[in-house]
């Protein structure tokens, strides 16, 4: 069974900077993807970022240029640094893993909220 997990979310102000990590376990396939979501009040879920095993990333467009995902040294770990952060940033954060002939799992989310 795959479980994520994610931390570092928080009340920050605007203009500052969090870094949220996901920690998967259980049967992770080594051929997948991990990525961040987020949904804010009234709003539908949306991507912030991706990774690939490779490496390769995929942005939102509302996050270019502001956060960064990237894999830590553990095998399925996965950060999002979040730097001038602003209040539409506010909503939970959720973390996805995406493996090959398995689908797809999410975390419970972690609240970022953002003030002015």
């Known amino acids: 069974q795959v479980q994520l997990v994610e931390s570092g979310g928080g009340l920050v102000q605007a203009g500052g900077s969090l870094r949220l990590s996901c920690a998967a376990s259980?049967?992770?396939?080594?051929?997948?993807?991990m990525s961040w979501h987020r949904q804010a009040p009234g709003k539908q879920r949306e991507l912030v970022a991706s990774i690939i095993n490779g490496g390769t990333t995929n942005y939102g467009d509302a996050v270019k240029g502001r956060f960064t995902i990237s894999r830590g040294n553990a095998a399925n770990t996965v950060y999002l640094q979040m730097n001038s952060l602003e209040p539409e940033d506010t909503g939970i954060y959720y973390c996805k893993l995406w493996m090959l002939s398995a689908g797809e799992f999410w975390g419970q989310g972690t609240q970022v909220t953002v003030s002015s």
């Open positions: 259980g049967t992770v396939f080594n051929v997948n993807t």
